[in-house]
């Protein structure tokens, strides 16, 4: 099935830092979200974007709805140890009324 | 307010067994969803569940069978358990309104099959 292009796959940053990744679809898209999930855990929901252009913060995170519909960044600044853990994005098109797709992921580690 | 439970937490089968993993949320939300993850491959829809007494494949659906119990209640069976259905299995539910695309999951099924 299709899925979304997540970049970077992975990333080992010092603490402090700001972090950016994003992803990109084929298609037109209607929702965006940002999930992270924690080793052994399932993935939580940090930010939903519904609106092309819509930039919203959670905390240090801002994540941005593309304004081509197709794309979606997700910002944390100032990291911290806790920010490790991988980070999903997730997104509806128009064809798809129940089903999301999904990004492979963002894996990102932190030295304190 | 539990979210979405999940059980077992971690299961070892063998090959040719059955099992069923149950899932419920206490959210009230119409749809639910059963993913598996395995490493490199993301989350890969296997049934979901638009609202209650229906239920439609996913993107694997092969060796696996859903039941919508009721409202709360999602449970997925592995009729005859085979080593590729090794992973890690999630639930997840959406409510409606202005949400309608957020989805909470529960915390996995861990399960081995030799």
């Known amino acids: 099935g299709q899925q979304l292009n997540q970049s970077p796959q992975s990333m080992f940053i010092q603490e402090g830092e700001d972090v950016s990744m994003n992803c990109t679809s084929s298609?037109?898209?209607?929702?965006w979200l940002w999930y992270k999930q924690d080793p052994g855990e399932g993935p939580v929901l940090l930010i939903a974007?519904?609106?092309a252009g819509e930039l919203t913060s959670n905390g240090r995170l801002t994540a941005q709805f593309g304004i081509t519909r197709k794309d979606s960044f997700l910002n944390i600044s100032a990291s911290i140890p806790s920010d490790v853990g991988i980070y999903f994005c997730a997104g509806r098109n128009a064809g798809n009324n129940r089903k999301l797709i999904w990004g492979l992921g963002t894996s990102l580690a932190v030295n304190p | 307010n539990a979210g979405v439970t999940q059980t077992p937490k971690f299961q070892v089968l063998k090959t040719g067994q059955s099992m069923t993993l149950q899932c419920a949320q206490d959210?009230?939300?119409?749809?639910m969803y059963w993913y598996r993850q395995d490493p490199g491959m993301g989350l890969r829809l296997i049934y979901y569940?638009?609202?209650?007494?229906?239920?439609d494949k996913g993107e694997v659906p092969n060796g696996y069978n859903v039941s919508r119990l009721n409202k709360r209640e999602f449970s997925l069976r592995l009729e005859s358990a085979a080593p590729s259905q090794t992973s890690v299995y999630f639930c997840?539910?959406?409510?409606?309104?202005?949400?309608?695309?957020?989805?909470?999951f529960g915390p996995g099924t861990r399960l081995t099959v030799l």
């Open positions: 997840a539910s959406v409510g409606g309104g202005s949400r309608y695309n957020e989805q909470f």
């Open positions: 569940s638009a609202s209650e007494g229906t239920t």
């Open positions: 298609s037109i898209f209607n929702t």
């Open positions: 974007l519904y609106k």
């Open positions: 959210m009230n939300h119409n749809s």
